[in-house]
């Protein structure tokens, strides 16, 4: 048992899926602090569910560690204690140091503390807690992201459902109605399973399924900005924020007036929180003074005067995409193909990712180059942990002991679009393994675009095959994508294979 003068420290980890980096920068910390010989506890805020904090856990806790990419939840509950934030990659990389700086900050009466208002340190300090501006503005983007994803995956599975039992016809226009509905809707409302529709069951529940994946869509460009002003302000500015998105749809500003929104959303609602009020009004504040006012300001604000201005810039954004193909096309695919493989899941991935699926989410803009760029970012992110787990099995005498078991484990990260699974190898042989994977990723990139495959999901991999339009092409372009990978990576370890790889080999022949 731990004796009375041993640290105690508490952290939260979350990434924007919520789906490996979370739980990969839990297990790394706790090795770190096993080694380090502190008390250690940590609630992963990934896409599973939460089990929270014990209060008397975070009462007795010295520090506390917040590895996220995303808002942490209920920051309050933390206020008060000496904090070391960074991104989830850096307690990953670098847990051992994490763990003896927070060991270090909970020692320190100077050290920056959690407020509980939105930031993760006092602005004097914001040195101190490891994240500038630039940082906890990328936090609220990729916070609006991962609550956004949810709502695109529903919704575009939903439709794309429809479209398998209804035909594309349901999303046509319906002029009995003077022209407000899609078809799909018109039917939807109009009929029930005890009066069929002409083209019997199959088309109703197709419609049905189109009518509510479009309503599930056209939520996801209102939530961007929601969460993202909340990442900033906490729950009063959630309110803000989604009319920020609302206006935004309003005035034809789509995902750009929604991130914008987002972010003058929060910091309005913050600046209003901090203004110094009566007692008998801070009651208020949170319920009706900032919702209220933090309304009026963002939502006057994008209708009066950023309105225009955002509104043409995705007029012309999507003009150009839709207007794109034969060379520019592929140049794109292999763009995001690069990005996709630069980092496996880091900023660089994140923003290749957030292109596509902000693409896809408002369905008033959606098109064949959205959907399009959508199916070249997922593509290309399957192929660094096929690749790898291929060449494990072609060459396994150039991959580690733990190598080869990491490279069984990513045939389903792979095919489940989790490019994370490539992360173990990398990070031991990154320039190795990542020029590797990134050239895979740019011919599946190129592939996808050139043969206009389509996917109206934002994440599933190969369980999501019918939400494509081709999905033999797909399959296409990921295996030419993850051979070349792998050839490229066998090749490039053959070269020069890494210490490691040799003294397994060595271990193993003085074994036999």
């Known amino acids: 048992d731990p004796g009375p003068a041993t640290p105690r420290i508490v952290a939260i980890t979350a990434c924007p899926t919520g789906i490996a980096h979370t739980y990969m920068a ?35 806790a010295d520090a506390v560690i917040f590895a996220t990419d995303v808002g942490v939840k209920d920051r309050n509950r933390f206020r008060g204690k000496p904090v070391i934030a960074s991104g989830v990659k850096r307690a990953i990389n670098e847990p051992d140091a994490m763990i003896a700086e927070a060991v270090a900050a909970g020692r320190d009466p100077n050290a920056a ?28 983007l990729m916070t609006g992201v991962s609550y956004m994803i949810p709502f695109v995956a529903a919704g575009g ?23 407000t509905l899609s078809d799909g809707a018109f039917i939807a409302l109009n009929n029930s399973l005890w009066d069929l529709p002409a083209g019997g069951l199959l088309r109703y529940l197709g419609a049905v399924s189109f009518a509510i994946g479009s309503g599930v869509m056209g939520l996801a460009v209102p939530v961007l900005a929601g969460y993202i002003s909340f990442a900033i302000a906490d ?12 206006v935004s749809l309003a005035v034809g500003a789509s995902f750009i007036g929604a991130l914008i929104g987002g972010l003058i959303a929060g910091v309005v609602c913050l600046w209003i929180a901090r203004t110094p009020v009566p ?18 300001i963002v939502g006057g604000l994008l209708y009066m005067v950023l309105g225009k201005p955002l509104a043409w810039l995705t007029e012309q954004m999507n003009s150009g995409l839709e207007s794109m193909s034969g060379g520019s096309a592929i140049a794109l695919g292999i763009v995001l ?53 291929l060449a494990t099995v072609v060459r396994p005498g150039l991959f580690t002991e733990p190598e080869r078991e990491n490279g069984k484990a990513a045939w389903l990260l792979g095919a489940s679009f989790i490019s994370e699974g490539a992360i173990p190898f990398a990070a031991v042989d990154p320039f190795r393994v990542i020029p590797s994977m990134m050239a895979g990723g740019a011919l599946s990139g190129a592939l996808i675009m050139a043969f206009g495959v389509e996917l109206r999901a ?10 494509m339009n081709n999905w033999v092409l797909f399959l296409v372009a990921l295996v ?21 790889a040799v003294a397994f080999e060595e271990l193993e022949a003085v074994a036999v």
């Open 26 to 60: 839990a297990d790394a910390l706790k090795y770190a602090a096993e080694r380090a010989g502190v008390e250690f506890a940590v609630e992963t805020q990934g896409s599973s569910a939460t089990t929270a904090f014990d209060p008397d856990v975070i009462a007795s």
């Open 113 to 140: 503390r959690v407020t509980g208002d939105g930031s993760d340190a006092d602005a004097a300090d914001s040195s101190k807690s490891g994240i500038g501006l630039a940082g906890r503005t990328r936090q609220a």
């Open 157 to 179: 599975l939903l439709i794309a459902l429809g479209f398998l039992l209804a035909g594309y016809e349901v999303a046509n226009t319906n002029l009995d109605d003077g022209g």
């Open 235 to 246: 729950r009063p500015g959630i309110a803000p924020g989604f009319v920020a998105g609302i």
């Open 279 to 296: 007692q008998w009004a801070r009651g208020l504040m949170p319920v009706v003074v900032i919702p209220l006012f933090g309304s009026m």
């Open 337 to 389: 193909g690069l990005m996709m493989c630069f980092d496996l899941g880091g900023p660089v991935n994140k923003s290749a990712y957030l292109f596509a699926t902000a693409g896809i989410a408002d369905a008033a803009t959606a098109g064949p180059a959205q959907f399009q760029i959508m199916a070249a970012v997922m593509c290309a992110g399957m192929v660094p942990p096929l690749a790898l787990a």
């Open 458 to 467: 934002p994440h599933g991999g190969i369980f999501v095959f019918f939400a």
């Open 480 to 500: 030419a994508g993850t051979v070349l990978s792998a050839v490229l990576v066998v090749a490039a370890k053959q070269v020069h294979r890494s210490r490691d």
